[in-house]
């Protein structure tokens, strides 16, 4: 079975550029999460959906950034514009929720979206 | 504060030893517990989850103080192959509200031959 899948797997890109990163759920989760990881600040939540809807964006770090979900199978994260402090990786994970908005504990990742912003 | 603090260590550490893994979460309503395994350059995967009572899973044990808001990891017997970065992760409400799967720094191990 597909796990989570993202895209790109790596970018690099210039300081004011848009980035714009990708993620397809594992069918049938009901949960989504967007994370970044740095070495300084471990692993934080920027947003997470549920069944679509967003519940928690409160760890989108400013207005640069910004979460769709357009679709139970489709997500995007948006970096606009992009600062050499937002290079970090980028996971999604995927939940199946099995009470409301309830979060069960294992979170599938995907293999991350490594950014450079130079 | 933070709300998930875990020594980062690394812990160096020879093959077939045991060795030990605390984590401190600051919200004493947080209602679940786990620690993840994330392998260098990969995605963090479920370990095991951690229970009240203490749970056993092969070589590994994790156990939850809450009055002391505390959650260990024994690794025994360790391998080769045991040499990653151990997240403790907290699921319920945070300091600031959210419900959210909180994720610790991680601990990285690192076993020797």
């Known amino acids: 079975d597909a796990g989570v899948i993202q895209s790109p797997r790596h970018e690099v890109t210039e300081m004011g550029q848009e980035v714009t990163l990708r993620c397809k759920p594992i069918s049938g989760h009901n949960s989504l999460f967007w994370y970044r990881q740095t070495m300084m600040r471990g692993l934080e939540l920027l947003i997470y959906?549920?069944?679509?809807?967003?519940?928690?964006d409160s760890g989108m770090p400013e207005d640069r950034f910004s979460a769709k979900m357009p679709n139970a199978s489709f997500s995007t994260l948006k970096i606009q514009p992009s600062e050499p402090r937002d290079s970090a990786v980028y996971f999604c994970?995927?939940?199946?929720?099995?009470?409301?908005?309830?979060?069960?504990?294992?979170?599938?990742f995907g293999e991350g979206s490594r950014l450079t912003v130079l | 504060r933070k709300e998930v603090e875990q020594d980062p260590g690394p812990f160096n550490v020879p093959e077939g030893a045991t060795v030990a893994f605390n984590c401190t979460y600051s919200n004493s309503a947080s209602q679940s517990f786990f620690w993840y395994r994330q392998d260098c350059r990969k995605e963090p995967k479920l370990l095991m989850s951690?229970?009240?009572s203490g749970n056993e899973d092969g070589r590994f044990t994790a156990q939850l103080n809450r009055a002391s808001q505390y959650i260990s990891l024994l690794i025994r017997d360790s391998k080769l192959s045991d040499s990653a970065t151990y997240l403790c992760v907290v699921n319920g409400p945070t300091d600031t509200g959210r419900r959210a799967l909180t994720f610790g720094s991680g601990t990285r191990l690192q076993v020797q031959p």
């Open positions: 951690v229970y009240s």
């Open positions: 994970a995927s939940s199946l929720a099995t009470t409301g908005s309830e979060l069960t504990g294992e979170l599938f």
């Open positions: 959906f549920n069944n679509n809807v967003p519940i928690d």
